[in-house]
Structure formats: C-alpha cells, structure tokens
Nanobody, 122 residues
Framework: QVQLVESGGGLVQAGGSLRLSCAAS????????MGWFRQRPGKEREFVAD???????TYADSVKGRFTISRDNAKNTVYLQMNSLKPEDSAVYYC????????????????WGQGTQVTVSS
C-alpha cells in the first residue's frame, strides 16, 4: 500500500506561481512512476505531468513550458512547480503513483492522493 499526501495548493493571482508537493509513504517510492492530474468542476480528471522512476517526464500540452515535475527519491517526494498560472489552471490537483512505466492516463494509476485545491484569480 502507498499513501500520498499533497500540500502546497492555494489561491494565487494570474501570472503567479505555486509549488505542490506530494509525500509518499509505504512501499518503495523509487520504483513507482509518479504524476499529477487535475479535475476542474464538471470535467473529467485529466493528466498534467508524470515522471518515471528514472526521471523522464511528460507534460500535457496545456502546461508545457509553464509547469515542471520533479522527484526526490531520498525524501519520497514529488513536486509540481507551476509558473505563469492562468485562471483555467484552477482545479483540484491530485498526486498519483503507479507501477506502470508512464502515468499519462488515469487507468494505470494505482494510488491517489486526497487532492489539493489550486485557485487562480484573474
């Protein structure tokens, strides 16, 4: 079993930055691909970014160039640095972990965090 706890969400003005953190406990963190998804009101949960156990990452087109995902295996933590935030980035952001090589779809996610709210005001 893996437990994921997100932190770092909040309210920010458009153009601002936030850094989300996700602390993992339980099974061996470094073996898992990690990712971030988000869900806006009335929308399906969507892929934002993922990072493999070896550090290779992928981003959704909507956040490419603005968001950066990273991981610290020594701290069992994955981060999402979000810059140049837009109102359309407002959502609940979920940390995800899985044994699949990539986590670009919800169908391969094995574990979810509880979510953290990000609100970007215009």
């Amino acid at each position: 079993q893996v437990q994921l706890v997100e932190s770092g969400g909040g309210l920010v003005q458009a153009g601002g930055s936030l850094r989300l953190s996700c602390a993992a406990s339980g099974r061996t963190f470094r073996r898992f691909a990690m990712g971030w998804f988000r869900q806006r009101p009335g929308k399906e949960r969507e892929f934002v970014a993922d990072i493999t156990w070896s550090g290779v990452n992928t981003y959704a087109d909507s956040v490419k160039g603005r968001f950066t995902i990273s991981r610290d295996n020594a701290k069992n933590t994955v981060y999402l640095q979000m810059n140049s935030l837009k109102p359309e980035d407002s959502a609940v952001y979920y940390c995800a972990a899985g044994e699949a090589f990539r986590l670009t779809t919800i169908h391969v996610v094995d574990y979810w965090g509880q979510g953290t709210q990000v609100t970007v005001s215009s």
